[in-house]
């Protein structure tokens, strides 16, 4: 399921105060795993080779720094062993009400 999000939300502090502690490797793969999970809208597979060389990483390098993530609580490895991110997770909810909230209002509208 893709969302098609033509643009997301960016609360420069929040993302300043969690770029901050990481790494230059980690900001990198942390911005460009979160993307991937906006555009997707859902959980990305945690196939390292294929991530690595998405994002321009030596396999050993990415893995350390996702596992870097993960152990911070940046990234969280779900049971069936996908990625995902709670702040994404807040994004997608809002777009969804937001959607449901415009489609009421335009059924409402229309409806006068």
């Given at each position: 399921?893709?969302?098609?999000?033509?643009?997301?939300?960016l609360?420069?502090?929040?993302?300043?105060?969690?770029?901050?502690?990481?790494?230059?490797?980690e900001?990198?793969?942390y911005?460009?795993?979160?993307?991937?999970?906006?555009?997707?809208?859902?959980?990305?597979?945690?196939?390292?080779?294929?991530?690595?060389?998405?994002?321009?990483y030596?396999?050993?390098?990415?893995?350390?720094?996702?596992?870097?993530?993960?152990?911070?609580?940046?990234?969280?490895?779900?049971?069936?062993?996908?990625?995902?991110?709670?702040?994404?997770?807040?994004?997608?909810?809002?777009?969804?009400?937001?959607?449901?909230d415009?489609?009421?209002?335009?059924?409402?509208?229309?409806?006068?």
């Amino acid at each position: 399921m893709s969302s098609k999000l033509p643009w997301t939300r960016l609360f420069a502090y929040k993302w300043l105060l969690t770029l901050g502690c990481l790494s230059p490797t980690e900001k990198c793969i942390y911005v460009m795993l979160r993307l991937l999970m906006l555009h997707t809208g859902e959980p990305i597979l945690n196939n390292l080779r294929v991530l690595a060389r998405w994002i321009g990483y030596p396999v050993e390098e990415f893995e350390a720094a996702l596992n870097s993530l993960i152990e911070g609580g940046f990234i969280i490895r779900l049971d069936n062993g996908g990625l995902w991110n709670s702040e994404v997770e807040k994004e997608l909810n809002n777009l969804r009400e937001e959607e449901l909230d415009n489609f009421t209002c335009n059924i409402i509208k229309k409806g006068r």
